[in-house]
């Protein structure tokens, strides 16, 4: 990570998670389908729908990478080398010139990475878990020398799994502050004994990008969500940068359609695992809507890509750079990153690109 982060109007002490959060999401398969409460004014419009006008300018282009899982088998460091190495030759520039970008071939001036940089720590010892951080920093190193910000995410968190893991959750580098130490991601200040702090904000050239730590770290495991503590500060951080078009990065997803993607012949109501996507939406939507200069927020998590425009804003999951775990596509979503461009009138261009992997070869 480069550049500098910032936790202006970070406020209060952590509070406690469980009691003020709302219980696990009922999605159902009617909610999407209601057309918005008011229009999109600040984002891209569907595909089909009219162009924007020439009047606009790019203001920033970002890469947008998330669920790397890097671990030595399975050639998982030749693909994010290969990954990398795509987005710094510029390697996106026939697809998105092919989709209609303008400036195609023009490079990124950054890269988000959405979480789950290595495999898994939850599951393994120390060892395994240094040797994939080693892996990463390498692969980052050889092949890219721009700025790098990252998200934690759910398989960053050393030894959730006590039993197999061997950790007590008594070590320094317990749960989330490991990858936090592997990335250079400070803890903000009012955190509580499970909620690590993983958040943080920059300016990019006119806009407004927030790193959000939506991985939630309970007894026995983790879920979606963002504690008190966080959203007192995101209220905060969002007050006091109302004037910059803004974008909201996330591990796990705010909002997506991709949990609907599962038990799809099921017959019964359709209710969200909290482990899929944050549990007080409910709460987010509300502030993004006091907030109209929200205008994206990506994630990752799902090793699926979807684009839902909802109340404002519109949410892209973003695929997965190992696709299926280095073992193929996942369902539809083969192994790829987003292009994202990001303009002055607060609009927002997001292209997923594969970057020709094929696993097992
Ligand atoms: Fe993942």
Not at 46 to 67: C, F, S
Not at 166 to 183: F, I, S, Y
Not at 229 to 243: E, I, R
Request: charged share 20%; hydrophobic share 40%; with cysteine.
């Amino acid at each position: 990570m480069s550049g500098e982060i910032s936790r202006r109007g970070a406020l209060g002490i952590g509070l406690g998670m469980g009691a003020s959060l709302a219980g696990a999401t009922l999605l159902g398969s009617r909610a999407l389908a209601q057309p918005d409460a008011k229009p999109n004014p600040g984002t891209t419009p569907p595909p089909g729908a009219a162009k924007q006008g020439p009047a606009r300018k790019r203001l920033v282009r970002l890469a947008h990478i998330t669920d790397t899982h890097i671990k030595p088998e399975l050639r998982a460091p030749e693909g994010v080398a290969a990954c990398l190495t795509h987005i710094r030759e510029k390697k996106y520039a026939e697809a998105l010139a092919s989709a209609g970008a303008s400036g195609g071939g023009d490079k990124v001036d950054l890269i988000l990475h959405g979480g789950d940089v290595i495999f898994d720590a939850i599951d393994v010892g120390a060892d395994r878990v240094q040797q994939q951080w080693d892996l990463y920093h390498k692969a980052v190193a050889d092949n890219w020398s721009g700025p790098i910000y990252h998200a934690v995410g759910n398989h960053d968190c050393w030894g959730l799994n006590k039993k197999v893991s061997g950790t007590t959750g008594e070590e320094e580098l317990w749960g989330k502050r490991w990858a936090m130490k592997e990335l250079k991601i400070k803890p903000a200040a009012n955190v509580d004994t499970m909620a690590f702090g993983a958040y943080y904000s920059f300016d990019q050239n006119g806009w407004h990008i927030v790193v959000l730590d939506s991985v939630q770290v309970e007894p026995g495991g983790y879920f979606g969500g963002i504690d008190d503590a966080q959203f007192d500060w995101l209220k905060g951080d969002l007050l006091l940068n109302k004037m910059y078009p803004t974008l909201v990065l996330s591990h796990i997803s705010l909002f997506t359609a991709t949990v609907l993607d599962r038990a799809l012949n099921d017959k019964r109501e359709r209710v969200v695992h909290p482990a899929l996507m944050c549990i007080d939406y409910g709460r987010l939507k509300k502030l993004f809507l006091e907030n109209p200069q929200v205008k994206v927020a990506l994630s990752g998590h799902m090793h699926l890509k979807d684009r839902v425009d909802y109340c404002g804003v519109s949410y892209f999951c973003g695929g997965a750079v190992c696709g299926g775990w280095w073992k193929g596509p996942h369902k539809e979503c083969d192994a790829g990153y987003s292009v994202v461009d990001l303009f002055d009138d607060g609009t927002v261009e997001n292209r997923y690109v594969g970057y020709g992997w094929k696993a097992g070869v």
